[in-house]
Nanobody, 128 residues
């Protein structure tokens, strides 16, 4: 059984920052790519950012590029999402995911169906 647990969400004002964490546990847990997605009410789940296991490759959606930063600590099986300059349109439930993805193709990082494991989500609310 593999479990992903997100934390760090909350309420913040426009322009503020939050740092989300995703901790993974479970036997024989292994992955190539870990990603963050978000889903606002009534909308589809959108890709936010992803990182390869070795940390050598990251990928961001255009909506967050330059404002969000993804990083990882393999010793802790944890991935972080530093979110700066937050906007009201960033309000959503944020999910982390992990999977065996062909890490040479960054397009695949953006597809939810490519990920095998998902967390339960953490709410991020940005007030105007």
């Amino acid at each position: 059984q593999v479990t992903l647990v997100e934390s760090g969400g909350g309420l913040v004002q426009t322009g503020g920052s939050l740092n989300l964490s995703c901790s993974a546990s479970g036997r024989h847990f292994d992955w190539h790519v870990m990603g963050w997605f978000r889903q606002a009410p009534g909308k589809v789940r959108d890709f936010v950012a992803a990182i390869t296991y070795n940390g050598h490759r990251t990928h961001y959606s255009d909506h967050v590029k330059g404002r969000f930063s993804i990083s990882g600590d393999n010793t802790k099986n944890t991935v972080y999402l530093q979110m700066d300059s937050l906007k009201p349109e960033d309000t959503a439930v944020y999910y982390c995911a992990a999977g065996w993805i062909d890490y040479t193709d960054t397009y695949l990082y953006t597809l939810p169906d490519e990920y095998e494991y998902w967390g339960q989500g953490t709410q991020v609310t940005v007030s105007s």
